[in-house]
């Protein structure tokens, strides 16, 4: 039997989701934000003129929620799309004007509910965090990136 409270990607999830639900409730009340849309709109805040299959890479989210995401903050006027100099076909993504003052005012209030978060550690269980997640990311990469732990098939 699986013992979900004590199973460690449950346990991920479910604070994660818990997280995400906290914080969202600032981007959903004051800007009419999903929790998808206000990443796509940090991440091309940090990230100017990439595309939206970037921005699923980046957020490890969903490509079609990403894509519905990208859609709604374009005819928000949130974010505006051009074509690539070098490839027509690629689209980049940049904040609007308004777009970059949705996100200015939402950074803020981001950063404080982070602050209230880590509140919570010790500086020594928030270094302790920093090191498990990042190990916890490298060790989550696909197996076929990991050859030893995924080894070629015998030939006959």
């Known amino acids: 039997m ?13 604070l994660s989701n818990r997280i995400s639900e906290g914080i969202a409730l ?6 009419g ?19 939206a299959t970037e921005v699923a890479q980046r957020s490890a989210m969903d490509k079609v929620a990403v894509s519905r995401a990208v859609k709604n903050l374009l005819a928000r006027g ?10 027509r076909r690629a689209k980049h993504l940049s904040l609007s004007r308004e777009g970059q003052t949705v996100h200015d005012r939402i950074v803020p209030e981001a950063r404080a509910f982070e602050r209230r978060l880590l509140a919570a550690l010790d500086p020594d269980d928030r270094a302790a965090l920093d090191r498990a997640i990042d190990r916890l990311a490298a060790a989550a990469e696909p197996a076929h990136d990991h050859p030893a732990q995924n080894p070629p098939p015998e030939t006959a």
């Not at 699986?2 to 479910?14: A, N, Q, T």
């Not at 934000?33 to 595309?51: F, Q």
């Open 2 to 14: 699986l013992d979900l409270e004590h199973f460690l990607p449950y346990r991920l999830s479910v």
């Open 26 to 31: 600032t981007y959903r009340n004051r800007f």
């Open 33 to 51: 934000l999903s929790v998808t849309e206000w990443r796509a709109i940090a991440i091309v805040g940090r990230y100017p003129r990439i595309s």
């Open 78 to 87: 949130l974010l505006e799309r051009e074509a690539s100099d070098s490839d």
